[in-house]
């Protein structure tokens, strides 16, 4: 069965970077039937998607985020992973990574597996 | 950007009864509409995709209708284990995926 785990820290400063790791396990992340994506929800608030990424590196990115937004895989680990560089409060949220169909060339825009969340905080 | 409008903000039913929730987009999304169900502390969950589809796993109580901008989601009998926060979603103006803001359905 396919489970995702987030990971990475709890705390970070303003103006410093967000980085998070998802580890994929129970399937490959090198399958060329999905994307792999990371969304967020403020505490209290609705759903935000971040970015996604296939297993070649190609990327999609929320164009509201994308000056800040790094995402990246590593196959070999059966990772994929979020920066997100200078941070404010309002980037405190649970982040969750997902899976997303491809559809066609394309991620599809639904998530069918997802993490259970991690939560950061941004405050110094 | 497509803006989903999710209603009622909060719905409160008693187990056994119907429940019907709405998602209206402010242009046509097509089918391009998932909804999932959220609990306290628990990750989303993907209850139907493409409008109408049912994701696996999900009960036959739980359909999804509609196409263009009016969608509805239907749980024909609640059970207590239903009553969470539910999202539609949808595919914004490439690349983009944009939520509604959501609807609580509460035990009456």
């Known amino acids: 069965q396919l489970q995702l785990q987030e990971s990475g820290p709890g705390l970070v400063k303003p103006s410093e970077t967000l980085s998070l790791t998802c580890t994929v396990s129970g399937g490959s992340i090198s399958s060329s039937s999905y994307y792999w994506g990371w969304i967020r929800q403020p505490p209290g608030k609705g759903l935000e998607w971040i970015g996604s990424i296939y297993y070649s590196g190609s990327t999609y990115y929320n164009p509201s985020l994308k000056s800040r937004v790094t995402i990246s895989v590593d196959t070999s680990k059966n990772q994929f992973s979020l920066k997100l560089s200078s941070v404010t409060a309002a980037d405190t949220a649970v982040y969750y990574c997902?899976?997303?169909?491809?559809?066609?060339?394309?991620?599809?825009?639904?998530?069918?597996?997802w993490g259970k969340g991690t939560t950061v905080t941004v405050s110094s | 950007e497509i803006v989903l409008t999710q209603s009622p903000a909060t719905l409160s039913l008693s187990p056994g009864e119907r429940a019907t929730l709405s998602c209206r987009a402010s242009?046509?999304?097509?089918?391009?509409l998932a909804w999932y169900q959220q609990k306290p502390g628990q990750a989303p969950r993907l209850l139907i995709y493409d409008a109408s589809n049912r994701a696996t796993g999900i009960p036959a109580r739980f359909s999804g209708s509609g196409s263009g901008t009016d969608f509805t989601l239907t749980i024909s009998s609640l059970e207590p284990e239903d009553f969470a926060v539910y999202y539609c979603q949808q595919r914004s103006n490439w690349p983009g995926y944009t939520f509604g803001q959501g609807t609580k359905l509460e035990i009456k």
């Open positions: 242009q046509s999304v097509s089918s391009y």
């Open positions: 997902a899976r997303h169909p491809r559809a066609g060339w394309n991620p599809s825009y639904y998530m069918d597996v």
